[in-house]
């Protein structure tokens, strides 16, 4: 079965420090990958996304990401923290022959204190 | 990329009634999903709503309970029928663009049942 995973609930970060925000997938064929953000009360905000290409994606608000085919990994980084980044972070992958859907992952709740 | 216009943003309604929920974009897409996020949840695809033709549910979900219309390429209403405080949820709409795949989410509602 095709699935995303996040397996940590939650990552606790002290300002200007750097955070890793960890996803694995599976799927089958090449992997369309993304990440998301969501704010309270607020809807999803795109991140960045692998389609293909370079494996370290650079996206939004100074996020980026490693794609690592061997280890079926596409973990989320940012070098430097800031505490308004503490949000609710998603990946998600492209369901292969499934009509274009997303399969997300649980969620990890990042904290990141001043 | 896209821009979604979805209402209402939040509602509270009263357990046995219904209520439709919209999504407008500003540009013809072809794919537009509906999902659900229950609270402290990801996010699980309810249908595609395919234009002119019945929507695609997933698994768990059917049309007497999420009834979905798409009449035109931009836009496409979500009911929640017959509602139950288990289906207090986050809804929201996504489409996606292009060849490089780009998935855009509106606001999404936030339903409270009582």
């Known amino acids: 079965a095709q699935s995303v995973a996040q397996p940590e609930d939650q990552v606790n970060v002290a300002e200007g420090n750097p955070l890793t925000v960890k996803c694995t997938y599976s799927v089958s064929g090449n992997p369309y990958l993304f990440w998301y953000v969501q704010y309270p009360n607020r809807g999803l905000q795109f991140l960045l996304k692998?389609?293909?290409?370079?494996?370290l994606v650079k996206g939004s608000y100074g996020f980026e990401a490693e794609f690592n085919k061997s280890q079926t990994s596409f973990h989320l980084k940012k070098p430097s923290a800031l505490v308004s980044d503490s949000a609710l972070y998603f990946c998600?992958?492209?369901?292969?022959?499934?009509?274009?859907?997303?399969?997300f992952g649980q969620g990890t709740e990042l904290s990141v204190k001043p | 990329s896209a821009v979604i216009s979805q209402k209402p943003s939040r509602d509270i309604c009263q357990r046995g009634t219904s209520l439709t929920i919209q999504c407008q974009v500003d540009?013809?897409?072809?794919?537009m999903f509906w999902y659900r996020q229950q609270p402290g949840q990801s996010l699980t695809l309810i249908a595609t709503a395919n234009q002119g033709s019945e929507a695609t549910y997933e698994s768990g979900f059917v049309i007497d309970k999420f009834p979905i219309s798409r009449p035109n390429l931009t836009f496409s209403t979500l009911t929640v029928s017959n509602m139950s405080p288990e289906d207090s949820s986050i809804y929201l709409c996504?489409?996606?663009?292009?060849?490089?795949?780009?998935?855009?989410f509106g606001s999404g509602t936030r339903l409270t049942v009582v």
């Open positions: 998600a992958v492209r369901a292969t022959n499934q009509g274009g859907k997303l399969i």
């Open positions: 540009s013809q897409v072809t794919m």
């Open positions: 692998y389609i293909t290409g370079d494996n």
């Open positions: 996504s489409v996606v663009e292009g060849p490089n795949y780009g998935y855009t």
